[in-house]
């Protein structure tokens, strides 16, 4: 095989011979034999006569490679001769627009650089602090004005999302809540055994479940089933502008889309959570039964005597909290969707992520202060 | 291997598409030569998209044959699919840029995929297929979203061409853009086509577009069609195309071209 181009002295000036194939398929070895191309002066004749289909791209690269080599002035006059392809004229035509339009910008210093890319980020975070107070305003304009004008609260579209969010996640928390009560029954019967005091299982089944395991998994559930479709579905209606659809025939994304959602979830969350302590309790009381071969009558008298009665009231105050969370998180992460589908699978994570945290954030607060106030 | 050379590039022979109790295409007949740019017209809903989706494989036609360099498109080996489909480029209605990419990179994916070529190179190439269809050079660095239609339309374009097909196809190429830009793509168009000596094949609704850049035209009536010069097209009786050609904006088109 022969390489693509040999140089050689012809007279004062250089002559280019170009054989073998130069079509898009040779670029790679043409493209290596083009770096080691040296700088020239004076003229240069590239002859096409050998070369084997000319592709427009291997040709651009020559022409970019030569003017390279002899820097901004154009020291070197290119010639080609043998045949040489028809769009060469175009590819000319192009370099010198190229070199009309360009205008070399060298990046600033690397401590500029840093300090602007600080001063954006603060910025930004400043917008975006911004951006949630406002959408919270939104929120509670839009709830506000259900008192004067109940339309303003979507009924259907509540119910819609009440089932959605609430009905159809009904079987995986009974599972969940169930599931995550045997293993902390079993684990716990596992040490209090070795004391001898197997009867405090329930204390414990019972406080964990009702204070904290019921809401705290049932929130996160939710937040993974539900924080991540309301995310999705209202980025997609922004991508589709169904949202300024909307806007522009006079209603309120807000109005429409996310206080719905925000109360469903409200009401669902509270109801899912009794079915969660319900299921744990169950979960409780089946594996003392098996396990410890406590009969359901003494574990629902010893049930009776570890509540205080606060504990039920203690989780389940939490989940309303816990649901404007993760709807408000779910809803304004989707708005924020803009331009493309990498923007919508990026805000969806981010959405989901979040409202665990907050949810796992709030959830302590309420921790210090229930033993604060002795709750 | 392909010959680039075959005439005709595309011969469409007995197509017949049915999409349950529709037909859409019943028996239908195309050829495209050589370096023509061949324009498909047709009413709404009577299979334009289907059958580019069928000369690409993209949909599998109920029966017929779809030839591309005289080779039957379902019968060929993968190794020829492969250069089958680097042959030709595509741009697609809405674009279709990978809206997660830059422009360039757009335009480099295609590059990418098929050449191991250094970074350097692949900007070069990018920037002269950007130049090519006249976006101005920082436009590579842009998403697709932050261009305006018409940029969307040539960097589509510019995409198509990364792998210097010979043959292109343009479904919708000026629509949804404003009359100025419409006829800058037509001029593009027509210059690529001269400069690069491209095969075009149209689905195309804009009149202007179809008197000023094509040199045949195929209409799609009663799921077949019946391919035409111009002039030729113009003194065909059938009812339709009487209508599509003889129309108030038909005729506007018309006498501009004319003048043009």
Redesign the interface.
Known sequence: MTAPLALERQGAGWRLLLSGDWSLTAMPGIEAQLQNLPALDGTLVCDWTQARAPGISPAWALLRRLAETCGDQPALDVRHTGNPPHFLQLLQKLHVERHAAYSVEAPPPTLERLVGKLGRWAVLQGWHGRGVIVFFGRIATVVGEAFRRPQALRVSSIARHVYETGITAIPIVSLIAFLISVIVAYLGAQQLSRFGADIFVVDLITIAVLREMGVLLTAIIVAGRSGSAFAAEIGVMQLNEETDALRAMGMSPVELLVVPRVLALVIVMPLLTVIADAMGLAGGGLLSLINLHIPLPQFMARLRESLSPTTFWAGLVKAPVFAILIAMVGTYRGMQVRDSARELGRLTTVAVVQSIFMVILADALFAVLFVQIQF | MLDPHFNPVIRVHGLHNRFGAQVVHDGLDMEVQQNEIFGVVGGSGTGKSVLLRSILGLLRPGSGCVELYGRDVESLAASDRDSLVQSYGVTFQNGALI??LTVAQNVQLPLREH????EK?LD??A??NL??VGL??DAGAK????LSGGMIKRAALARALA??PKLLFLDEPTAGLDPISASAFDELLLYLHS???LTVVMITHDLDTLFQTCSRVGVIVDGRMISDTLPGMLKNTHPWIQEYFHGPRARAAEKEAAHG
Not at chain 2, 143 to 146: A, L, R, T, V
């Open positions: 809206s997660s050449y191991s070529l250094s190179t070069e190439l920037e002269m130049l090519m101005p050079p998403f697709p979203s932050q792998l210097e400069q690069l000596r």
